[in-house]
């Protein structure tokens, strides 16, 4: 991937930051959600579809992820079965050894997640996880997006505290957005990858690959380090995550004949 370097004001074509949300945050916080007193982004308010959203650890780091199914016939100690959705390139380094962790907003922790069906080229993942009581799916959206639709991106780029201050913000898609990617004048920063990307009714339209191009946006962490950040935001459409579902039903449809036949 190419990299540039530009300065702030060579962006001045993306809108301030409006400070909306649901919840007030402590000051504190709100320094925590990375980029917020940046002009980049146009932030979107706090809702609950938001609570989905999970951090990604695996041998390669960490990313984002957001849990899309959850199977209420199958429960497990404290929870369910469930799925979660991420970028391909977050978990590829886990080589079936189902070495992947999810963390979700509530603090708890599901360990040996597994992959259940990915698409290298396509850069989407599909996990299976221990989902606890309490935790949302948010689910994948029947169409796909198209030039113009007003989407929301969301992620833990930067480090952002998972608890308090994911980033989420919104975006039009724009060409050539196609039939398996979207493309939005917006950028990221690392750590967003396999984020979501939900249209206006809080499903999930795409997952976060990256961008094309990095330049210094002047980012810091919560902790004063600088984060180069990565424009235009580039995602998965919803074909490619409809077909890793329909894969994982194919698989359990089969697997279920085969139990009842013996």
């Not at 504190?28 to 579809?49: F, M, R, Y």
């Amino acid at each position: 991937m190419g990299q540039i370097s530009r300065t702030p004001s060579h962006h001045s074509r993306f809108a301030f930051a409006i400070l909306c949300s649901c919840i007030l945050l402590s000051s504190s916080q709100a320094n925590a959600q990375v980029g917020k007193n940046s002009g980049l982004w146009k932030w979107t308010p706090i809702a609950e579809h938001h609570h989905s959203i999970v951090e990604i650890h695996s041998a390669g780091g960490v990313g984002t992820g957001v849990v899309v199914e959850i199977d209420e016939t199958k429960p497990l100690k404290g929870g369910h079965e469930g799925y979660v959705l991420t970028a391909w390139h977050v978990v590829q380094d886990d080589n079936g050894e189902g070495l992947v962790k999810v963390k979700f907003r509530n603090g708890k922790r599901a360990k040996k997640c597994r992959i259940v069906h990915a698409d290298e080229h396509k850069d989407v993942a599909l996990l299976w996880v221990w989902v606890p009581d309490g935790v949302p799916a948010s689910p994948v959206a029947t169409d796909s997006i198209q030039g113009g639709d007003e989407l929301e991106f969301a992620g833990l780029g930067g480090g952002s505290n998972l608890s308090c201050c994911i980033r989420h913000f919104s975006a039009t898609a724009s060409t050539p957005s196609s039939l398996e990617k979207i493309f939005a004048d917006v950028p990221l920063l690392p750590g967003d990858s396999g984020g979501p990307v939900f249209n206006e009714k809080h499903e999930v339209v795409g997952i976060i690959s990256g961008g094309w191009f990095w330049f210094n946006s002047g980012i810091t962490t919560p902790t004063g380090t600088s984060i180069r950040t990565t424009w235009p935001a580039r995602a998965s459409n919803v074909g490619p995550l409809q077909t890793l579902i329909s894969k994982k039903n194919e698989k359990l449809a089969s697997t279920e004949a085969v139990n009842k036949k013996f």
